[in-house]
């Protein structure tokens, strides 16, 4: 990997433009959406196409969600002979109740032999295997750091470990020590999730031995916080990037809103682009009024001429603070 700034999976989210678009930023890899295998197995078209990939968003983890070996390998096998991936990662994090009672997700947590034994299924298939999971609830059999250990034995390369338990979902804090633990005990096979939202919350975990961050929501709120982190690391980013005019956060924003309409169609652009408005225009004043018209807007000719309209204005829409201190 070029650095170790990762744009974690999100659930619709992480389409190929979105991907390409925090790739541009600097991340170092990036994740599909997680993908259902029992869907792959059956054929789903919906999930098939979830599988799409543009060029130049690679590195590409491919995320998969499965509640057995069995249906794992299936679906992973059907996935690969329609795409290319970098690595297969299965998903053992996700603690949503539509997963989880599927016997899927973090649920896996409570049955550790069924998760080693999905990542040996996967070894065959000749790709990295790796998995995201969180801290285990009180009722698993085993700790964080027993739990990462059995995965690695088993063959998983890397281990991704959000640290709250599956009942936290996203509330409270994420234990970071239970992540750094692990990190400590298998030097470069674990990488920290959870709570990363500032450059500082990313080299905290890194500097304590983890071997990347997933960037998830904290890239949604701000999504110039991968080059920020990686400027605070030492690595080459565009300086555009790091402080941002009102004009490049519109082209960056177009451009975007353009290639989703080409590559995943007008409402799921429209959808995605409203959760990254606050983010991209953080810092300027008068984005609630921006934010609000624009959310008030059902398609992307809305949203272009408004993009334009802000672009074109004596002072735009929204004003940097230093000029209106």
Not at 70 to 94: H, K
Not at 173 to 189: E, L, N
Not at 281 to 301: C, I, M, N, Y
Request: overall charge positive; some cysteine; charged content about 25%.
């Amino acid at each position: 990997m070029k650095n170790p700034v990762w744009l974690a999976p999100l659930a619709g989210i992480t389409t190929p433009s979105v991907r390409l678009f925090f790739k541009s930023m600097g991340a170092g890899l990036t994740h599909t959406e997680m993908i259902s295998c029992a869907g792959l197995a059956h054929g789903s078209r919906k999930t098939f196409s979830m599988l799409r990939t543009i060029e130049g968003e690679g590195p590409l983890v491919l995320q998969l969600f499965a509640p057995d070996e069995v249906t794992l390998f299936e679906g992973a096998r059907r996935a690969l002979s329609r795409s290319s991936f970098d690595a297969i990662s299965i998903n053992m994090a996700c603690p949503m109740p539509k997963v989880t009672k599927k016997g899927a997700g973090s649920s896996l947590l409570e049955r550790p032999e069924t998760a080693a034994a999905m990542v040996r299924a996967l070894t065959p298939l000749g790709l990295p295997v790796w998995a995201k999971t969180r801290k285990p609830p009180p009722a698993s059999p085993m700790d964080t750091l027993s739990f990462s250990g059995m995965l690695l034995e088993a063959g998983a390369s890397h281990v991704c470990i959000h640290g709250r338990t599956p009942s936290q979902k996203y509330g409270g804090r994420a234990d970071r020590d239970a992540v750094v633990r692990s990190a400590k005990a298998f030097p470069g096979m674990i990488a920290a999730s959870g709570d990363i939202f500032s450059a500082e919350d990313a080299l905290e975990l890194l500097d304590e031995g983890c071997s990347a961050v997933f960037v998830a929501r904290g890239a949604l709120k701000d999504p110039f916080l991968i080059p920020a982190t990686l400027h605070r690391c030492g690595f080459p980013v565009d300086e555009r990037l790091l402080a941002p005019e009102l004009d490049t956060r519109l082209n960056l924003i177009t451009s975007l809103g353009e290639r989703m309409l080409q590559e995943e169609g007008e409402k799921t652009a429209v959808v995605l682009l409203k959760r990254l408005l606050s983010g991209m225009f953080k810092g300027f004043s008068g984005v609630s009024r921006f934010r609000k018209a624009l959310f008030g807007t059902t398609d992307w000719r809305g949203m272009s001429e408004a993009f334009e309209e802000c672009r074109s204005s004596e002072r735009g829409e929204l004003c940097d603070r230093r000029e209106v201190s």
